[in-house]
């Protein structure tokens, strides 16, 4: 007995730290770039997202007032002035005037220059040039420091996403994409699953044959067929191809196939004493599917629909060959899409953009989670 309860105690132990080891690889990332999106951008470059309670030290250029700033104080040409022109609150822990020695001098103390000119940068950014002859030239001297700043953390990066870059935007165009295309496949779904479950008709074997074989369909290998159908349709009849008609369509065909097979293994299950008990109290099958099938489904339809809406929300695939480039019909996807490709190293708008797309997923999923794994395990019982 002592033997079983251990061995029962380390097998729940093992899960509950396999369980902590795929919270930690998820959770983690998106903690990374929650706190990346709320970063300032120099401090992103300089430091990764864990360090980012701390000062971030980082080497940087820049160039001294010209000549026409200089000043005569006790019989010299001095140039004075501070480094941090914007006011920031930093510290310069060490300095240079070449390239290949940014820190060469110690911040406080006087560097020679040759010629007599000195050159004093002061952990607080202020400077003080100075020189015997009088400084001649357009241009400043050049100097290189090392500074280290406090942790700064700023929502100007929501802000640039959300209303500067049209984010905003093509968010209202995803959700616009995203709802009707997650609806519309679970009402069709729903019916047709009913129907291949319980009622009797010519030809039932060999549609659940198809939509099973339409299952292993490669979404890439129906793509351009079905937009040059889509397109030849909308030529008949005058309408046109980019709209969010044909999307909701697309993203509807694709998502059929699994949705019915879904709901009919789950609906499948459902007692057989009560639909024929309904069947004798004279209800139709509209009315059993109305009054009895759909409240009893809801956690395989809630399954689906976590399902489905993720993938359409997260598609770019669809979204590129069905909708336009147009501000009024670009998808979330696609905005970030070119936001990295003309970006490139802007990081603070690209994680605060990957932020804002997954927040609608995770209101989805946790709000319908308790259904996940009810619909799931229900769709595996074996029914007629």
Do not use: C
């Amino acid at each position: 007995m002592t033997a079983k309860t251990g061995k029962s105690f380390a097998s729940r132990f093992g899960v509950h730290i396999a369980v902590l080891v795929f919270v930690a690889i998820w959770t983690i990332p998106t903690l990374g770039i929650l706190v990346s999106s709320l970063r300032d951008k120099d401090q992103i470059i300089a430091s990764g997202w864990w360090n980012s309670f701390a000062s971030s030290s980082q080497t940087e250029a820049g160039r001294l007032p010209a000549a026409s700033a200089q000043a005569q104080k006790d019989g010299k040409y001095v140039i004075e002035g501070n480094i941090f022109g914007d006011g920031a609150k930093r510290e310069i822990s060490a300095f240079g005037v070449k390239a290949a020695a940014p820190t060469q001098y110690k911040a406080g103390t006087a560097a020679d220059l040759g010629d007599g000119v000195t050159l004093q940068m002061n952990a607080d950014g202020s400077f003080v040039l100075a020189s015997p002859k009088a400084f001649e030239g357009e241009r400043g001297q050049r100097v290189y420091y090392a500074s280290s700043a406090p942790p700064k953390f700023t929502t100007e990066n929501y802000d640039s996403v959300l209303f500067s870059e049209g984010i905003g935007r093509s968010f209202m165009n995803s959700l616009t994409v995203t709802i009707p295309s997650t609806v519309i496949p679970i009402l069709i779904a729903a019916f047709a699953a009913y129907a291949l479950a319980w009622m009797r008709f010519p030809g039932r074997a060999l549609l659940i044959a198809v939509i099973i074989g339409l299952l292993v369909v490669p979404l890439q290998m129906s793509l351009i067929p079905l937009l040059k159908l889509y397109n030849g349709v909308g030529s008949f009849f005058g309408v046109p191809s980019k709209t969010y008609l044909g999307i909701w369509l697309a993203h509807t065909g694709f998502g059929l196939p699994f949705a019915i097979y879904l709901l009919r293994s789950y609906i499948a299950g459902l007692p057989r004493e009560i639909m024929e008990s309904a069947r004798i109290d004279g209800a139709s099958d509209f009315e059993i599917f109305v009054k009895i099938v759909l409240p009893l489904s809801f956690p395989v339809l809630a399954s689906f629909a976590i399902f489905q809406f993720l993938w359409v929300w997260n598609d770019l695939l669809v979204a590129m060959v069905f909708l336009g480039t147009a501000p009024d019909q670009i998808v979330l996807t696609a905005k970030l899409n070119a936001l990295l490709g003309s970006r490139g190293g802007n990081w603070e708008i690209l994680t605060t953009s990957a932020f804002v797309t997954i927040i609608v997923p995770l209101i989805v999923f946790f709000s319908l989670q308790r259904y996940f794994v009810r619909g799931l395990l229900a769709g595996s019982v074996k029914g007629g």
